[in-house]
T-cell receptor, first 111, second 112 residues
Framework: DAGVIQSPRHEVTEMGQEVTLRCKPISGHDYLFWYRQTMMRGLELLIY????????DSGMPEDRFSAKMPNASFSTLKIQPSEPRDSAVYFC?????????FGSGTQLSVL | GENVEQHPSTLSVQEGDSAVIKCTYS??????FPWYKQELGKGPQLIID?????GEKKDQRIAVTLNKTAKHFSLHITETQPEDSAVYFCAASGEGAQKLVFGQGTRLTINP
């Protein structure tokens, strides 16, 4: 298996622009997670899905952030409008039990 | 909710020596405790995990111990090698819970 696949690997955008991050989970995994990693706050859980349904979005920082999972093999995390404080590494992870498998992340820089 | 504290934030050891990283958790209902290793430019990777019905688990040079009474668990790496240099994260979650809460991470450096 190719593992969790995220795109793009790097994203540089200007404040106010819309940003869309993409994730393909491991086939057969029924949970998908979006995490954000920063030096100050470490690894934060933003939202997670079970069988494509959002279960807990309490970590989503603001209404500017939204996530979707239209099918079992694809999820997006959208930030609109983006702000410099959104700069971070965003990870997608999937699991079929409690063991999480992470993607390589998207390094987002908002100028 | 669960809170996980991890110490130290940085650790430097000589190649061949042992390294120990410690974590405490707050929720006595937590029963699953994984450790992740994150190398530069990559996502965290699970290296070992332990459940609350076990006190210790080993996998080659890596071991994890759990003290449920004190609510702390530790990662032990013996005979350290340069490739062990990375950031290590502990985490905890409760019964049937998918929501892992991570510690702040420990940057381990192995000096040749």
């Amino acid at each position: 298996d190719a593992g969790v696949i995220q795109s793009p690997r790097h994203e540089v955008t200007e404040m106010g622009q819309e940003v869309t991050l993409r994730c393909k989970p491991i086939s057969g995994h029924d949970y998908l997670f979006w995490y954000r990693q920063t030096m100050m706050r470490g690894l934060e859980l933003l939202i997670y899905f079970n069988n494509n349904v959002p279960i807990d979005d309490s970590g989503m920082p603001e209404d500017r952030f939204s996530a979707k999972m239209p099918n079992a093999s694809f999820s997006t995390l959208k930030i609109q409008p983006s702000e410099p404080r959104d700069s971070a590494v965003y990870f997608c992870a999937s699991s079929s039990g409690q063991k999480l498998f992470f993607g390589s992340g998207t390094q987002l820089s908002v100028l | 909710g669960e809170n996980v504290e991890q110490h130290p934030s940085t650790l430097s050891v000589q190649e061949g020596d042992s390294a120990v990283i410690k974590c405490t958790y707050s929720d006595s209902a937590s029963n699953y405790f994984p450790w992740y290793k994150q190398e530069l430019g990559k996502g965290p990777q699970l290296i070992i995990d332990i459940r609350s019905n076990v006190g210790e688990k080993k996998d080659q040079r890596i071991a994890v111990t759990l003290n449920k009474t004190a609510k702390h668990f530790s990662l032990h790496i013996t005979e350290t090698q340069p490739e062990d240099s990375a950031v290590y994260f502990c985490a905890a979650s409760g019964e049937g819970a998918q929501k892992l809460v991570f510690g702040q991470g420990t940057r381990l450096t192995i000096n040749p």
